[in-house]
């Protein structure tokens, strides 16, 4: 993949929402400097056989981004548009996102440039522990931390467990969002969706709107889309369109939402699901609704649709979907944006849980860990929407101004040599 960067990518992204809230800090320019430089970036090529037995070479990338608060944590994404720049982004908004819920851990991503749909579950295995194999030196539970992100699952992190543990003994903490029987926490599957639907109720009530009734459209079907889909469901939400890659469905009246996730339990994809219109991505995205939740893909609000989205709230289930330019226009619309690194942050929560629960070998239930869950996404919401008034900031600007003034704090107390 070329290190070009694209228009507006997740890198730029996350910097320049950075620089908004440090310029509003008045940070010094020393530690602006400090707190967007990564700490290490490692690339590394990735050769594997294909099941028909020829070779091919994968590019795999993880960037640690701050660790002065814990180890380095985050996700571990395989997507052919995954690049240096990409997963520089990503690795700062996990540094401002464990902040922000105050977990004692860093930011760091990871990812491989690859196609997955159109790899075996073999190659998928050899290619996932030949990168860990390559990367396995800046790894560890006191070092860095990966996790599941976009096409990869719970099957990927017992594949990383097991490499990394044929060369350093059992080590269930060097990596989280393992299926249960190898470590996992109860509850971490649902974490980033239940996450999601917790602080858009939290939004909707501090803005007068009842979720009940309310509706909802959702960009990308996968683990966060879905879950986030089932807890608006069961609250009484409508969720009225939704789509993954292949394209959307729309129906006003709301999908049948128990229906249609035993059809993706089923089909793996919403295609050939009986109810709703056809309608793409880009269509999805402005339809009328409550609240517009993008679970998929960065940068897909942008100068392009900004002026035409009609919710009332956009809920950033996935990272970065959102440009400054489009955070701009929404703002002077009157869209509420509750950010990224609030709503996904469920995620590496129930990560933290599971982390803490291998390292003591002491296993929680699922009604702990996701009352556990309920409390810090309560309370980081409370943080967030406190400054926002307080300061009279969007909620993006409070959120980072909380995060950044936490790492800041950690940075300067360990020193700058
Ligand atoms: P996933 O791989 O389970 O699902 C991704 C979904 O997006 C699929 O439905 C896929 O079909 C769809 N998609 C892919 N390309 C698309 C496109 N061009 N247009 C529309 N839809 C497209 O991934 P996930 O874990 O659900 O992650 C989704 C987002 O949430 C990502 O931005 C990820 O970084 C973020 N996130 C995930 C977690 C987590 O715990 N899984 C935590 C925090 C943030």
């Known amino acids: 993949m070329s290190e070009t960067p694209r228009p507006t990518n997740d890198y730029q992204i996350a910097s320049e929402q950075f620089d908004i809230a440090a310029e509003a800090m008045g940070l010094k320019q020393e530690m ?21 037995g020829s070779g091919v070479i994968f590019i795999g990338y993880r960037v640690q981004h701050n660790g002065s608060r814990g180890p380095y944590k985050g996700g571990i994404r395989y997507h052919p548009e995954v690049d240096l720049h990409e997963v520089r ?35 998928l295995e050899r290619l996932t522990r030949k990168f860990i194999q390559r990367i396995s030196i800046i790894l560890g539970p006191n070092r860095d931390i990966p996790a599941p992100d976009m096409y990869t699952n719970a099957q990927t992190m017992a594949w990383i467990m097991d490499q990394y543990g044929r060369k350093h003994g059992y080590t269930p903490a060097v990596v989280t969002g393992k299926p249960l029987e190898v470590g996992g926490s109860q509850g971490r599957e649902a974490a980033t ?12 009530r ?59 339990a089923r089909n793996r994809t919403i295609q050939g699901f009986g109810q709703g219109r056809a309608v793409s991505n880009d269509d999805l995205l402005t339809l009328p609704c409550d609240f517009l ?19 009332r709230f956009v809920i950033e289930a996935a990272n970065a979907p959102t440009t400054p330019t489009a955070d701009q226009v929404l703002a002077d619309r009157g869209v509420i944006v509750v950010p990224d690194i609030l709503v996904n942050a469920g995620g590496v929560t129930v990560s933290y849980f599971e982390w803490v629960q ?60």
Request: charged share 25%; glycine share 12%; proline share 4%.
């Open 206 to 264: 501090s803005f007068g709107l009842p979720v009940d009734g309310a509706t909802a459209v959702i960009q990308g079907f996968g683990n966060v889309g879905s879950f986030a889909a089932r807890f608006f469901h069961e609250l009484g939400g409508k969720v009225t369109a939704v789509s993954d890659v292949s394209g959307g469905l729309h129906d006003p009246a709301g999908l049948d939402v128990p229906a249609l996730l035993a059809h993706v």
């Open 89 to 123: 982004g990503l690795a700062a908004l996990m540094t401002w996102k464990t902040a922000l819920l105050d977990i004692p851990f860093g930011g760091a991503k990871g990812g491989i440039a690859c196609a997955p749909w159109e790899m075996s579950q073999g190659e």
């Open 32 to 52: 602006r400097m400090l707190l967007k430089t990564p700490f290490r970036e490692m690339r590394v090529d990735v050769p594997i056989r294909r099941d028909d």
């Open 293 to 311: 939740i993008p679970a998929a893909l960065g940068g897909v609000i942008n100068r392009r649709n900004a002026e035409r989205i009609q919710a």
């Open 193 to 204: 969706g239940r996450g999601t639907i917790l602080v858009l109720e939290h939004a909707a």
């Open 358 to 417: 291998n390292l003591q070998q002491f296993y929680w239930d699922e009604e702990q860990v996701n009352r556990e869950l309920g409390k810090r996404m309560a309370r980081a919401w409370e943080n967030v929407h406190g400054v926002h008034l307080e300061k009279k900031v969007n909620l993006r600007e409070a959120a980072y101004v909380i995060a950044i003034d936490r790492v800041a704090r950690a940075e300067s107390l360990r020193g700058f040599e």
